[in-house]
């Protein structure tokens, strides 16, 4: 046994279980143990019946006088007890647990946990956890647990439950798989770096069963600095392989065609396109593949830079690719760069799964298709990623056997606090577009409760016969694209065009339908034929649609500010004046005051900030793209440990580029950067 064996070799894990931890992601003894609490019960204080108070958490001991099942008029079943510790009987309740009648026989004693309470006008405990003492000889005092407890009298853990999973299941095989794992457990940590922390085993076993607070701080420490570190020390290390990398073809920036090109343009870039434009140029004139990651809200001006880019490599004699996530997208940027470049006499090509244009083109734009082509690359200097569209195994197959690079500029308009890009996206060198273009209108922002409801749609129908178009996003359900996401803009869908705005067009749009489908709506929305789309919010951040100027969000409340923000840069594309309801059912203030922030915040960083003050990383990426490390533990408003664990990393890399003195930490390295790029 060891932990990458799989959990159903052990004892009383059944198909159903198994199913169940999939859905947890726990699939090995190595995920058990790294599926960590989330908080911990303070069970610590032991006493007796007598002397406790109402509403206090003790743990007592004591022997049960009586135990049955109770069915209530609603088919309800209680399981209650007697339960005597030698002060005072009192009443023990558990609801829908009838097996407990069974395991739990009279005679039996028992230390247990819980609230005292009144219940019915006698000392109960309801639902107090519990387990069963071995030893017959004196009721209380030490000498009574003949085991360790693991349910109670101590700090007890607690873990994200599903129905049968629960704390007491993972406590119970935890404890069993843990002593038969845990000499097997390499501490991939070197000595200087580990310095006063925990052994990895120790740390393993700690968290989840502390004997005390000081130990529960200690193992979070330790493991909370692994997610870190090893997340620092996987893209130094791509980035230091990135520096080694040459370059296709090095580039000849002659400043005179950009003047040219800018002056065509009709308008002026903002500072922070000039900026971010100089800081890309420095870049290209080195020997080694630019690796950056350009940064801006939707709007910002990013893709007119990356047009510039592709210009200056077509004046090289090289071609660039333009890769972005979705045919919808792809047909988008085409246009846009087309627009841009065809004055120069420059051939922009397509390339998606439904078509492919891209005989002698300069630039093909295209969906991830282009990689998986037979397209020859070696005449490409440059490739441009859009959204966040990380490399995954596909591209990194495209890439392996190159001896020699391209340069790379991935755009992304996800606001991502500079200390978490630097982190997560330490591979990369970072450029921010802080700035929209002046002219520019700000999106009106309003929290809408549901007592204005009536009004806000007067509003939208007022918008629409004045030609405008609104987008309505349906609630965040699942993180993906679920059924029932798709169910819920179905519905909202029908409520809409039945009930509310029947003389208004309405479409639809939602992940399950087919690209085909997809297309067809969009399609219309651009065109003007339809008034109101209702989308899930996981479809088509990107679309360009200078006429809609409403954007309606249902259940605000469920998403992160920065999604929202997100959502909030599909209006406001073109000269108009554009409006954003967030529709909200809910009345606490909290959560108000929480979307409040929209309509007074307009920078998406400041947004994403908030998010990470009030709700932690997760919210920053919605769950979808968070995937790349996830963090059970560490945190990344937690800035002191972010730069610690970056230090090290890099410290330890510099002392040993390739980390073959750490063979441990090399292995656990490729475990983990499956998606870095260069080999
Ligand atoms: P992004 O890629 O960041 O979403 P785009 O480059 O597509 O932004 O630009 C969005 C819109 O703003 C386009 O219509 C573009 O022509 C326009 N635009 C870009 N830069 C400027 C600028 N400096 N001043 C005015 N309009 C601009
Ligand atoms: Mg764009």
New binding site residues.
Partial sequence: MDLHTSLSYLTGIGPSLIFKLKRLNLNTLEDLIYHFPFRYDDFSAMSTAKDTQIGQIVTLQGEIWSIKNVYTRARKVLTQAIFNDETTPITLTWFNQSWLAKQIQVGDRLQISGKMAKYKNKLSIIMPKWEKLESLLPLRGPTAVSHQPLHTGKLVAVYPETEKLTSRWFRTKISQVLPQVIEKIDDPLPKIIKADMLDLSQALHQIHFPQNWQEVEKSRERLGFDELFFVSLATQKVRLAWQKKPLIHPLKINKLFLKEFIKKLP????GA?ERVLQEILNDLKKTHPMNRLLQ??????????ATLIAYLVYKNGLRTLFMAPTEILTFQHYE?ISKLLTPFGIKVGIYTGSKKSVESSDVIVGTHALLSSKLNISDVGLIIVDEQQRFGVEQRSFLRNRAKLPHFLT?T?TPIPRTVALTLYGDLDLSV?DEL???RLRVKTYVVPSSKRNDAYKFIEKKIKEGDQAYVITPLIDLSETIQSARAATEEFKKLKTKVLPKLRLGLLHGRLSSKDKEKVMGEFKKDKIDILVSTSVVEV?M?IANATIMVIESAERFGLAQLHQLRGRVG?GYKQSYCLLFSELRDSQSISRLKNLEKIHEGIKLAELDLKIRGSGEIFGKKQSGRFDFKIASFSNLTLLEKTKLAAQNLLKTNPTLDKYPLLKRKLDELSAQAMPD
């Fill in positions: 308008f002026e870039l903002t396109q801006g809200e939707v709007g910002s001006g990013k893709t007119v830079v846009t755009m308009a577009i273009p002046k002219e990107g360009d594309r």
